[in-house]
């Protein structure tokens, strides 16, 4: 039973990691732009939900009705001045402007907060669990964590193919110049695009920061796991997301059960053999697909 708990609890991991990974998949989706600042904003997340329980006093869950707004609009205006320069400069462009960015943060992090490590703290929550089995229980947050993982994924999916705007994503994912013959403005789209997107990041990062311990330097580490899950599951590929999550979370979880200390190196491993034998990722599968 030690192997069947593994496996749940490496599947309830997924979910955080593709909470975690879905706007970079959406940005790569809408407008083939990989985020490297994408850990680094987690991280300013997580660091804006504690000073708001520290100094307000406001539940873990509430803040997110302040810090999703606030990183939707740090999304927008970094889309429509930077990242949008970029994306009309050469192909390395953007992904030099968001490395510059990433470094950028971790510092002002550094300087402010410091290097100790830092967590929200959810009170009773965090010690909370559901006993499936004599020998199987899974954490309350955890699982609350997957579920909103498993959600954002199915309404993102659901908001690209119903709605107007998500159509318009679509259509200009696939060819921006015809598009723009339809009227279509790539400008205003992507803007959207990298607000909801880093919008979902400031969600992860709360939920991050309550699941574990973070410090400035975490968001390389969050970079990595994201970036694996989408690499995993399919560039471009919202249930692939979830799916590379789920996978890279029972590798790690595996792993450790069976190397104590090669967990997160497992992980890495399957990351390598999808990106050797399958370097479209396990389900390919694009944003508009």
Do not use: C
């Not at 927008?76 to 994306?87: G, S």
């Not at 010690?127 to 229980?137: L, R």
């Not at 959600?151 to 993102?156: N, S």
């Amino acid at each position: 039973m030690q192997w069947a708990n593994a496996v749940v609890q490496g599947v309830i991991l997924g979910g955080l990691y593709a909470l975690l990974a879905a706007g970079l998949s959406l940005m790569f989706g809408v407008m083939r732009l990989v985020n490297l600042a994408h850990g680094a904003l987690a991280i300013v997340a997580a660091y804006l939900g504690m000073v708001l329980v520290n100094k307000t006093g406001l539940p873990p869950f509430a803040t997110l009705l302040i810090v999703v707004p606030v990183m939707a609009l740090v999304g927008w205006v970094l889309q429509r001045t930077l990242l949008n320069t970029a994306l009309n400069r050469q192909s390395l462009a953007p992904i030099l402007v968001t490395f510059g960015l990433a470094v950028i943060i971790q510092n002002l992090l550094l300087e402010i907060f410091t290097a100790d490590n830092q967590s929200i703290d959810v009170g009773s929550l965090a010690g909370a669990s559901i006993q499936i089995t004599p020998d199987i229980a899974v954490g309350v947050f955890p699982l609350i964590t997957f579920i909103v993982g498993v959600l954002v994924i199915a309404g993102l999916q659901l908001y690209l193919a119903k709605t107007t705007t998500g159509r318009a994503m679509r259509a200009t994912s696939d060819d921006r110049e015809a598009a723009a013959l339809m009227g279509i403005d790539h400008r205003n789209l992507y803007a959207l695009a990298t607000a909801i997107a880093i919008g979902l990041v400031g969600l992860a990062g709360v939920f991050l920061g309550v699941r574990t311990q973070f410090n400035p330097t975490f968001g390389d580490v969050t970079l990595i796991f994201a970036f694996e899950a989408v690499i995993i599951g399919g560039l471009g590929s919202l249930w692939g997301t979830l799916w590379g999550g789920i996978i890279l979370g029972v590798a790690q979880v595996v792993g450790a059960q069976a190397f104590p200390s090669s967990g997160v190196l497992l992980g890495h491993i399957v990351f390598l053999l999808v990106l050797a034998f399958r370097p479209t990722g396990l389900f390919p599968k694009v944003v508009n697909g």
